[in-house]
């Protein structure tokens, strides 16, 4: 708080202040005005905008503020009682005087709301509905203290004194408000910064400019201009004396609109409509203290003569899809609600949904407000519960898009859009084409460089969008704010994604068609390089989500590309350090073609084989071992035993073999698996994968001279071939490590692990598997040439990412504890080392090394 607030009457500060004023943003002007009123009588209060110091922390200063005051004043409107961020300040008021005898909690209503709980059975005062002497009254008699008034205004720095927030503009068309508006607080005050209707900053822009006193709000249809517009009006209506509201989507129904505001200023009538609202234009632009809002106005060409000159102080707000209003107005873009509004709107319209549904149905509906009014608005007319409707529109969202119309925003998802995608279809084919297109990409950032690149032309046959036409059509779409510019990409929103699709009916398969050929056509061959990972991790996201490549209809084939791709994909997120979001992938893609394509299909094998591979690295080795052995019978029916489909299978049904302990069997699996692979050649990558799993058996197993030959050579091939950074040479360094350790040359390991463990952070990071893994092992050799302080730190942390990233039980979590016990043990903290070796003992094991692969 600020360091004028009166200082602390007791030991504990308890009884400092006389108020606190506890509100939530949308109130904000109510509550200055409250507290401007009981100051002016001589009382102490504290009120978030006036004391809370810029950059403390929020709850901090809020609970500082509840101890350091007598009493507490809420200021009840429905935004409030469904907050949870301020419960715990009228609350603790409750709690200090549960039976009300010292009226420690003070609850005046500014609007009509009903407060629940506890809250119902205490006495409210109400202050709207009234004027502000009336009002003013009712505030000091709740109080019960003196009412006189001083002499002079007290002066609060910079500011004027606050207007009573129920007054009302002496002219005033505004719409209602509504009543759960939810969240925007920074838009709303942004809005206020730029017309400076507040009165708390200047004027933005150059002094007499149009721009100066005028802002258009521009987004998607059905994101909440409209009612942002309207939210902004009402919670400033106390800057002015008029405020007229005009529905601009008709350009030709304006001048009319304008001009009934004649009367209202006393000015002449002549019936002409033109005239009329040029004399309007005219007294407007030599006074100030107005309010002119122009909603769902097409363009700018549309409504430029009717905007009147802002020099004098008064302010245009314009609602819009085009974003296209300099030097006419200050833009102002709006987007979708944050994920914690749209989930608190949801609680607010729909009171019996539970956190967990309103967070999934948020997701679905894209936090767009349009969405989430007209969910709660079917659900309201259905009798539906939340969970059935999040339900039903998972698997009929086509339907549910069109239907429940919200009677806030005035029409449903589907309707919203239709009259800018008619309008397209006339004015630009190609951005209707582009439209389509992206419906079946992912709701990501769609770079314009995926979409230019001369790559795979086929895709642009299907599509009929030649790479020329994007810049266009790409600028044809922003004008309709159909698609949101991010840095070099566009961004579709979901349900625009799910609309443009509905309307596709003969060319559904065509635009799917073309999708998936884009996407094919611009991956890189294979995952592994890491010079590829920056366009993988552009493609990623579309792969992952893109409807072209999850077809509604089982029937329909993806072909073998695409098949490849999503199995490149889910590669690729195990590489760059996501074994998590690998095995879902994984999971999810081979659960689909065991039953579309059958377990034998040779894509459903290849998914089974990485699905594998992601039970291993998450710690399930049994059920890895399991389906290797499966997917290895299956091949060598199918293919023969030196397919390298085969041979994968086999290698990999190796390692979970010497995981298990069954070091001997991985073993001959292993040498009968490299005998094969050489046919290919010593260099080749699966020869000296192979050669490399080998080594490893081969030290477990004693002869650990024959290992370091190996892995020797082994790193050497890899380094001429892929260079000294690529993964595959970098886990050939880390096993040549382990050998030369356990060979007695720990130095030489240690020299090997630092340089091993600087290249795995540079090229994966610090949390990457492969980088805690060759942080153990550079923690062991510390330990073993003597510097164990420096062990355990790194131990420390290496135990500490394992276990946010796998848990506490997986094997690589267990390895990290064992090795921070050795060296707590050897530093003399016994009690340490033992408390880590009681948990590894609830656990049933001690973890064996894992070695890089």
């Known amino acids: 708080m600020r360091q004028d607030t009166p200082s602390p009457a007791g030991e504990d500060g308890a009884g400092a202040v006389d108020f606190f004023v506890s509100h939530v943003s949308a109130d904000r002007e109510w509550a200055e005005w409250i507290a401007w009123q009981l100051e002016a009588v001589g009382y102490r209060v504290l009120v978030q905008p006036w004391d809370f110091v810029p950059g403390s922390n929020l709850i901090a200063e809020k609970h500082r503020a509840t101890q350091l005051s007598a009493r507490t004043i809420s200021v009840l409107s429905a935004a409030y009682l469904a907050s949870e961020h301020v419960a715990p300040e009228w609350q603790a008021a409750l709690d200090a005087d549960p039976s009300g005898r010292q009226r420690r909690l003070l609850m005046l209503r500014v609007e009509d709301c009903k407060p629940p709980g506890l809250l119902a059975q205490r006495v409210v005062v109400d202050l709207f509905a009234t004027d502000a002497t009336l009002a003013t009254q009712r505030l000091l008699a709740a109080v019960r203290d003196e009412r ?31 009543r759960f ?28 400019s149009r721009a100066a006193g005028a802002a258009a709000l521009y987004g998607l249809g059905g994101v909440g201009k409209t009612q942002l517009a309207v939210e902004y009006a009402h919670r400033y209506a106390d800057v002015y004396r008029w405020a007229w509201w005009i529905d601009a989507e008709q350009p030709v129904l304006v001048s009319g609109q304008l001009a009934a505001l004649a009367p209202r200023l ?24 107005w309010l002119l809002i122009f909603d769902n106005a097409q363009s700018a060409e549309e409504v430029r003569e009717w905007l009147p000159d802002t020099a004098r102080g008064g ?13 006419l107005a200050t833009r102002i873009p709006v987007d979708v609600l944050s994920r914690s ?20 149905l948020a997701n679905l509906l894209g936090d767009l407000p349009l969405a989430v009014g007209q969910a709660a608005a079917y659900l309201e007319k259905s009798g539906e519960t939340p969970a059935g409707y999040l339900a039903t529109f998972r698997a009929r969202r086509h339907r549910l898009l069109a239907e429940g119309q919200d009677l806030v925003y005035g029409g449903s998802v589907d ?13 630009s084919p190609a951005a209707v084409r ?47 704010s159909l698609v949101t510019r991010d840095g070099d990409a566009i961004r579709v929103h979901r349900l625009v994604q799910e609309v443009t699709r509905t309307r596709l009916t003969r060319d559904r398969r065509r635009y799917a068609a073309a999708a998936r050929r884009l996407l094919v056509a611009a991956a890189p061959p294979g995952t592994e390089d890491p010079d590829s990972w920056p366009v993988w991790a552009v493609l990623a996201p579309h792969a992952l989500t893109a409807p072209a490549l999850y077809p509604e209809d089982p029937a329909e084939d993806i072909g073998p590309e695409a098949r490849r791709l999503l199995l490149e994909t889910g590669w690729y997120l195990r590489v760059r350090g996501d074994p998590h979001a690998a095995h879902s992938h994984h999971q999810q893609v081979h659960r689909s073609w065991a039953r579309h394509l059958g377990l034998d299909h040779p894509d459903t094998l290849s998914a089974a084989n990485n699905l594998a591979e992601d039970l291993r690295v998450l710690g399930d080795v049994a059920a890895a071992r399991s389906l290797d052995e499966d997917t290895l019978r299956r091949r060598r029916q199918l293919s023969g035993d030196n397919h390298p489909d085969t041979l994968a299978s086999a290698n990999n049904l190796a390692i979970d073999l010497r995981l298990l302990g069954d070091v001997a069997a991985a073993r001959n699996l292993d040498e009968d698996t490299l005998r094969r692979r050489q046919l290919s050649g010593r260099d080749h990558p699966d020869t000296l994968r192979s050669a490399s799993n080998l080594a490893i058996e081969l030290r477990l197993l004693g002869e650990v001279a024959a290992a370091r030959d190996l892995d020797e050579d082994t790193l050497r091939r890899r ?53 805690l893994a060759s942080a153990n092992n550079l923690a062991e050799d510390l330990r073993l040439l003597g510097d164990v302080a420096a062990a355990r730190d790194l131990d420390e942390d290496t135990l500490r990412r394992h276990r946010q990233l796998f848990g506490d039980d997986h094997p690589a979590t267990l390895r990290s504890m064992s090795n921070l016990a050795a060296d707590l043990w050897e530093l003399g903290d016994t009690a340490g080392a033992e408390q880590l070796r009681t948990q590894l003992h609830k656990r049933h094991t001690l973890p064996g090394r894992q070695p890089a692969l």
């Open 148 to 178: 006189g008034k001083p002499t002079a205004t007290p002066a609060f720095p910079g500011r004027p004194e606050p207007g009573f927030p129920g007054r009302l503009p002496v002219v005033w068309n505004i719409p209602v408000r509504l």
């Open 181 to 208: 508006f939810t969240g925007r607080d920074a838009l709303l005050e942004q809005i206020a910064e730029q017309l400076a209707g507040t009165g708390r900053v200047a004027v933005t822009g150059p002094v007499g």
């Open 266 to 289: 006393e000015l002449p009538v002549s019936g002409r409509a033109a005239e009329d609202a040029a004399a309007v234009l005219d007294r407007l632009s030599v006074t100030g203290d």
């Open 315 to 327: 302010h245009v707000l314009v609602t819009s899809r085009s974003p296209v209003w300099t030097p």
């Open 341 to 360: 509004e749209t989930t608190a709107l949801l609680r607010q319209l729909v009171p019996d949904i539970d956190g967990p549904t309103a967070h999934e």
């Open 415 to 427: 309707a919203a859009w239709s009259l800018s995608l008619q309008r397209l279809a006339t004015e």
């Open 434 to 480: 582009l439209l389509g297109l992206a419906a079946f990409l992912g709701p990501e950032p769609i770079p314009l460089t995926l979409l230019t690149q001369p790559v795979g032309r086929r895709w642009q046959r299907q599509s009929g969008l030649a790479g020329r036409q994007v810049p266009q059509a790409v600028t044809a779409l922003l004008g309709y």
């Open 719 to 771: 380094r001429q071939l892929f260079g000294d950074s690529h993964p595959d040479t970098l886990a050939s360094a880390n096993n040549l490590a382990e050998d030369l350790r356990v060979l007695g040359e720990a130095a030489a390991a240690r020299d090997l692990d630092e340089d091993t463990l600087r290249r795995h952070r540079q090229l994966s990071g610090d949390s990457h598997p492969d980088t």
